[in-house]
C-alpha cells in the first residue's frame, strides 16, 4: 500500500505539473520572441529622427554608431538614391546606399518598401527587422535591424530549467508527503496483522496499541481487535474452568471405586484394579492442575495488570521425555490385560538397553497418547488379535508404530477428525485427535494406513526431536501458559 500511494502521488503530481509547466514553457519562449522584435522596434525607432533629418551618409554612419544595435553591427540603414516614374508602376528604386552592415537581399528591401510597413524576413543567422522611415528628401528609406536566433531563445533553456526543478520538486514533496501517509497506515496495518497472526498462532496475549497517529478507522480496528482477543481469552478461560470443574466431579466416583477396590483383597486382579484406580486419579489431578493453571495465567494476561514476577518467572519449564521410556512403561501397563485376552504383542527398539529417545513431549501426554492407541485397540478389535509397538530412531524424529491383525479403520479421514471416531458404542471419536495434537506439538504427524506385517490398521507418529526454535509457532504457544499482555509495535 505504501509504495501504491508512492506511485499514485508521483503520476498526479507528474500529470499537473505537465498541465501548467508546459503551457508556462511555450509561453516563455515565446516572450522572448517578442521581446527580442520588440528591442529591434526600439532600435530601428531610435535612428528614425536622423533620417528626417538628414540623408548624408557621414551623418547616418555617426547616428548608427550612437546606438546599440549599430555599434553591435546589427542595424544598417538603405538610403534611395534616385528614383523615375514609371508609369502607372509608381516610384522605382533606382539606387541604394547602404550604411552599416547589411544581412537582407535587395529583393526583401525593396518588398519592405513597397508593403510601406514593418515587415520581418527570414536572414542567414535569424531575421531582419525591415521598416521604411520617410527621409526629408521625400523618398523612403528601410532601416534593417539584424535579430540573431540566440536573441530569439535568450533565457528559454534558463526558464525551463527553472520550471523543471520546480517540477522535480513538487513531484519530490509529494511523494514525502505520500510516503508519510503511507507509513502511518501501513505501519498500522502491518501492528493489526501481526497482533492476528500470533493471536491465530494461539499467543493470546497480545493487543494491538491504538496510536493517535493512525487513521481513525484502524483506531477502531485496533479497538474491535483487542476486545475481540479480551473475549477469546475470557472464554478460553472459562472453558477451562468448566474443564477442571468437570473434572473435579469425577473424585466422587473415584473415592468409591478406591474403596471398592480396597476391599478386593489380594491377587493379581485386584492389584491391577488399584492401580488403575490410582492412575485414574492421577489424570483427574493433573487435569485439574493443569487446566486451573493456564486459566490462571490466562486471567493474569488479560490486561488488568494482576499479575506480578518477571518473565523468567513467568517462563515455563521445558517439556521433554525419554520416549522408548513411556512407551514400555504403558506397554508393559497394557500387557496383563493382553494376557487375560489372549492377546499376542511386542515391543520393540524401546526395550531398557535401547539408547534414550528424547522428545519435546511432557511424559504425561506421551503416556495419554499411547494409552488411547492401545485402549482402540482392546476397545475395537476382537480378544485375541496381535499387536506390535515399534519405537524408530531417525535423525531429526522418533518415530512410533501401532499396529495390530485387527479389520482396519475404513475411513482413516474421518478417524483423524475431531470428534468423528466410528468406532462404535463408547467411542467419543478423541482419541485419534490426542495422538494427532501430541504430534502436532513437536511439529511432527500422525498418519494412519494398514499394516503390511499384521493385517490391520497401522498408526504412524512421527514426534520431532529439532530445537525449540524449529516448531511451528502454534504448536509452540499451545503448550505454553499465556503470558501477560503484549503490545504489537
Known amino acids: 500500500m505504501r509504495w501504491a500511494l508512492v506511485k499514485v502521488s508521483v503520476a498526479v503530481t507528474t500529470m499537473v505539473a505537465l498541465a501548467f509547466l508546459l503551457p508556462l514553457g511555450l509561453m516563455v519562449r515565446e516572450t522572448a520572441r517578442d521581446r527580442a522584435f520588440s528591442g529591434a522596434e526600439r532600435q530601428a525607432a531610435a535612428i528614425g529622427p536622423a533620417l528626417a533629418i538628414t540623408g548624408d551618409p557621414g551623418e547616418l554612419t555617426r547616428a548608427l554608431a550612437s546606438t546599440q544595435a549599430g555599434a553591435a553591427g546589427m542595424l544598417a540603414v538603405?538610403?534611395?538614391?534616385?528614383?523615375?516614374?514609371?508609369?502607372?508602376?509608381?516610384?522605382?528604386?533606382?539606387?541604394?546606399?547602404?550604411?552599416?552592415?547589411?544581412?537582407?537581399?535587395?529583393?526583401?528591401?525593396?518588398?519592405?518598401?513597397?508593403?510601406?510597413?514593418?515587415?520581418?524576413?527570414?536572414?542567414?543567422?535569424g531575421f531582419a527587422y525591415l521598416e521604411p522611415v520617410a527621409v526629408g528628401s521625400g523618398g523612403v528609406a528601410v532601416v534593417e535591424v539584424f535579430i540573431p536566433n540566440a536573441a530569439l531563445s535568450q533565457g528559454?533553456?534558463?526558464?525551463?530549467?527553472v520550471l523543471t526543478a520546480v517540477a522535480v520538486a513538487l513531484v519530490?514533496?509529494?511523494?514525502?508527503v505520500a510516503d508519510r501517509l503511507g507509513t502511518r497506515i501501513v505501519g498500522s496495518?502491518?501492528?493489526?496483522?501481526?497482533?492476528?497472526?500470533?493471536?491465530?498462532?494461539?499467543?493470546?496475549?497480545?493487543?494491538?496499541?491504538?496510536?493517535?497517529?493512525?487513521?481513525?478507522?484502524?483506531?477502531?480496528?485496533?479497538?474491535?481487535?483487542?476486545?475481540?482477543a479480551d473475549r477469546v481469552v475470557r472464554l478460553v478461560a472459562a472453558e477451562r474452568e468448566l474443564a477442571a470443574d468437570l473434572s473435579h466431579r469425577l473424585r466422587t466416583p473415584l473415592t468409591v471405586l478406591r474403596l471398592n477396590a480396597a476391599a478386593l483383597g489380594q491377587?493379581?486382579?485386584?492389584?491391577?484394579?488399584?492401580?488403575?484406580?490410582?492412575?485414574?486419579?492421577?489424570?483427574?489431578?493433573?487435569?485439574?492442575?493443569?487446566?486451573?493453571?493456564?486459566?490462571?495465567?490466562?486471567?493474569?494476561?488479560?490486561?488488568?495488570?494482576?499479575?506480578?514476577?518477571?518473565?523468567?518467572?513467568?517462563?515455563?519449564?521445558?517439556?521433554?521425555?525419554?520416549?522408548?521410556?513411556?512407551?514400555?512403561?504403558?506397554?508393559?501397563?497394557?500387557?496383563?490385560?493382553?494376557?487375560?485376552?489372549?492377546?499376542?504383542?511386542?515391543?520393540?527398539?524401546?526395550d531398557a538397553a535401547a539408547p534414550p529417545a528424547v522428545v519435546p513431549v511432557a511424559s504425561a501426554d506421551l503416556g495419554a497418547a499411547l494409552d488411547s492407541l492401545l485402549g482402540n485397540i482392546f476397545r475395537h478389535t476382537p480378544e485375541g488379535t496381535a499387536f506390535v509397538v515399534d519405537v524408530h530412531r531417525a535423525a531429526d524424529a522418533v518415530i512410533v508404530l501401532v499396529?495390530?491383525?485387527?479389520?482396519?479403520?475404513?475411513?482413516?479421514?474421518a478417524a483423524l477428525r475431531r470428534g468423528h471416531g466410528v468406532g462404535g458404542a463408547g467411542s467419543t471419536g478423541l482419541g485419534l485427535d490426542i495422538v494427532r495434537r501430541v504430534a502436532e506439538s513437536t511439529g511432527g504427524e500422525v498418519e494412519v494406513g494398514r499394516s503390511a506385517i499384521l493385517g490391520g490398521s497401522e498408526i504412524r507418529i512421527r514426534l520431532q526431536t529439532e530445537p525449540a526454535g524449529s516448531r511451528p509457532p502454534a504448536s509452540r504457544s499451545r503448550r505454553r501458559p499465556a503470558p501477560r499482555v503484549r503490545l504489537v509495535r
Do not use: Y
Open 267 to 350: 491377587g493379581d486382579a485386584a492389584e491391577q484394579t488399584r492401580h488403575a484406580v490410582d492412575q485414574l486419579e492421577r489424570e483427574v489431578d493433573q487435569i485439574i492442575h493443569t487446566a486451573r493453571g493456564r486459566s490462571q495465567g490466562l486471567i493474569l494476561g488479560d490486561g488488568t495488570g494482576a499479575g506480578t514476577g518477571s518473565d523468567e518467572d513467568a517462563a515455563p519449564a521445558p517439556l521433554s521425555c525419554d520416549a522408548a521410556e513411556v512407551i514400555r512403561d504403558r506397554v508393559a501397563f497394557w500387557s496383563a490385560l493382553a494376557e487375560d485376552e489372549g492377546r499376542d504383542w511386542r515391543l520393540s527398539g524401546a
Open 156 to 161: 528559454v533553456v534558463t526558464a525551463w530549467l
Open 403 to 413: 499396529s495390530d491383525a485387527g479389520p482396519g479403520i475404513a475411513d482413516t479421514e
Open 78 to 125: 538603405h538610403v534611395p538614391g534616385h528614383t523615375a516614374v514609371a508609369g502607372s508602376g509608381g516610384t522605382k528604386v533606382t539606387g541604394l546606399t547602404t550604411i552599416g552592415r547589411p544581412r537582407a537581399t535587395d529583393a526583401q528591401i525593396l518588398g519592405a518598401t513597397a508593403a510601406g510597413h514593418p515587415v520581418s524576413t527570414g536572414v542567414p543567422g
Open 172 to 176: 519530490l514533496i509529494s511523494v514525502l
Open 189 to 228: 496495518a502491518r501492528r493489526l496483522a501481526g497482533a492476528a497472526r500470533a493471536l491465530g498462532a494461539g499467543d493470546l496475549a497480545v493487543r494491538v496499541p491504538q496510536a493517535d497517529d493512525s487513521p481513525p478507522e484502524l483506531r477502531d480496528a485496533a479497538a474491535a481487535f483487542n476486545a475481540m
